[in-house]
């Protein structure tokens, strides 16, 4: 799981080491650093214990975490010939929250380990949400003021949650809390991405830009989609630097049951919804 995000940061890393040896008047390399300021909706998938019927619990209003949030973002895009380009993007949410009483028990499974929350408890929450892309690029359509881009790829979601909390009791009329273990999981889940992208030089300084990525796919023990949308303006500075805002939305859904040996599997259930502005300075060189 974690390898899979160490991977495409060496990945990265090998990108930057060639642009290094491109010539800056060639200006074929843009870094982008920003943030992503998110109203976020998500929920996980989860049973009502002793039933075995599956529920939702809802991060938000359910276990008390953040329905705004403030978050970095990293975005490359090398275009190594006319119409060839590889982009990474990658942003990153980490939340947590403090249910002082849960409202209604629920039970979640990971591998061996089993978190069951019994109503009146008290649940600390942390959840910390990567999303990663890599994608090839083709110039379809190229003018001085008008450039399409078809993008194929893969977003890589990557979910680390830990769980701790305490519950209540009455013993011989007196009340006492017991703590429970912390439960902590990590999964990681590639989805496959199609997706087209519009810049338009309004002027000579001002662009205005888009895109539309995303991808659906129900296959054995996964199924799952992604929507990636993005409108921004980039204003220059100078020949190097820019500045840009737009608006992001991303919407996503994950189901994947995997083996983690031949006795155990895990679960990974998570919709989520996170939308926003974004701001961002931008380098090319």
Same mark, same amino acid.
């Given at each position: ?27 074929? =390399? %843009?870094?982008?650093?920003?943030? @992503?300021?998110? !109203?976020?909706?998500? &929920?996980?998938?989860?049973? /009502?214990?002793?039933? *075995? ?96 881009? =078809? %993008?194929?790829?893969?977003?890589? @979601?990557?979910? !680390?949650?830990?769980? &701790?909390?305490?519950?209540? /009791?009455?013993?011989? *009329? ?112």
């Amino acid at each position: 799981m974690k390898r899979s995000a160490a991977k495409l940061l060496a990945l990265v890393g090998v990108v930057l080491l060639a642009a290094a040896e491109v010539r800056a008047d060639d200006s074929n =390399v %843009t870094i982008r650093l920003g943030g @992503f300021f998110s !109203q976020v909706d998500s &929920s996980i998938g989860a049973e /009502a214990p002793g039933m *075995g019927l599956q529920k939702r619990v809802d991060l938000e209003s359910d276990l008390s975490l953040e329905t705004s949030y403030n978050t970095p973002m990293f975005e490359l895009h090398y275009q190594w010939s006319e119409n060839h380009s590889l982009i990474f993007n990658w942003v990153q949410l980490r939340r947590s929250g403090l249910k002082q009483a849960i409202t209604e028990p629920f039970e979640l499974e990971f591998g061996d380990e089993k978190l069951s929350v019994q109503a009146g408890a008290e649940l600390l929450t942390s959840i910390k949400l990567d999303l990663f892309q890599l994608a090839y690029g083709y110039d379809f359509y190229r003018t001085p003021e008008f450039i399409g881009t =078809v %993008t194929v790829g893969v977003h890589i @979601f990557y979910e !680390q949650a830990e769980f &701790s909390g305490r519950i209540g /009791a009455a013993n011989e *009329g007196h009340w006492s809390t017991l703590d429970f273990d912390t439960v902590s999981a990590e999964f990681a889940a590639p989805m496959p991405d199609l997706g087209v992208q519009l810049r338009w030089n309004l002027t000579p300084g001002l662009q205005l830009g888009g895109r539309l990525q995303g991808f659906a796919l129900e296959y054995d023990r996964f199924k799952g989609h992604i929507l990636d949308l993005r409108f921004e303006m980039v204003q220059s500075i100078n020949d190097r630097f820019a500045l840009g805002v737009g608006y992001q939305f991303y919407n996503m859904e994950v189901d994947y049951r995997y083996d983690l040996t031949s006795q155990r599997s895990a679960v990974l259930d998570f919709d989520g919804q996170f939308q926003g502005p974004v701001m961002f300075l931008q380098y090319q060189f």
